[in-house]
């Protein structure tokens, strides 16, 4: 069975562009999680959906924002790039949102502003 | 919010041998903790996770403790092999924050044939 998968793995933006990352969960799992991940850090919660609703966002400004489609699948929306924005953007999917589910992780699109 | 802690954040050991990696929260209500291992390059797996309720997890060579009242989890791994060399990190989730993860800062195992 396939995995998370991420696309594009890799992208290079100038600052104040725009930037659109799509996932496809794993089939049958409802929720999609998105998080930042900083060089040498742990990874960053930023939002998660489930039935298409965003269940939760984290700390993260208005520039970000996401959405998530009928077939569970998500895109997550950078608007006006800035030199931080610079890292591994990850999705990962669960059956559903409850705390206790286990998430599983794509291998992430590495995002370079210049 | 929850605040995790790992420690150390480099750790190298002879192949083998045992590797102990040790995290903290501060959040009562954390209920879910996973493990994750991450190669260079790629996501992180799932490796091994506790819930509340359980004090001990085993799976082959890599075990998880849980101690609620100190607020701790450990994550073991017996006999390492040259693979098991990866960044390690810690998460606590916790039903106030829905299925939000709260990651440690990860550490980095080396183990030397």
């Known amino acids: 069975d396939a995995g998370v998968t991420q696309s594009p793995t890799h992208l290079i933006k100038t600052r104040g562009q725009h930037v659109t990352l799509r996932c496809s969960p794993i089939?049958?799992?409802?929720?999609v999680s998105w998080y930042q991940q900083v060089l040498g850090q742990g990874p960053q919660f930023i939002f998660q959906y489930y039935e298409k609703e965003e269940r939760g966002r984290g700390n993260f400004p208005d520039r970000f924002s996401a959405r998530q489609f009928p077939n569970y699948s998500s895109e997550l929306n950078v608007n006006a790039l800035l030199l931080g924005d610079s890292a591994l953007y990850l999705c990962?999917?669960?059956?559903?949102?409850?705390?206790?589910?286990?998430?599983?992780f794509g291998d992430g699109t590495r995002l370079s502003i210049l | 919010g929850e605040n995790v802690e790992q420690h150390p954040s480099t750790l190298s050991v002879q192949e083998g041998d045992s590797a102990v990696i040790k995290c903290t929260y501060s959040d009562s209500a954390s209920n879910y903790f996973p493990w994750y291992k991450q190669e260079l390059g790629k996501g992180p797996q799932l490796i091994i996770d506790i819930r509340s309720n359980v004090g001990e997890k085993k799976d082959q060579r890599i075990a998880v403790t849980l101690n609620k009242t100190a607020k701790h989890f450990s994550l073991h791994i017996t006999e390492t092999q040259p693979e098991d060399s990866a960044v390690y990190f810690c998460a606590a989730s916790h039903s106030n924050t829905g299925n939000q993860f709260y990651f440690g800062t990860g550490t980095s195992l080396t183990v030397i044939p």
């Open positions: 990962a999917s669960s059956l559903d949102p409850w705390p206790d589910q286990p998430q599983h």
């Open positions: 089939s049958g799992h409802k929720s």
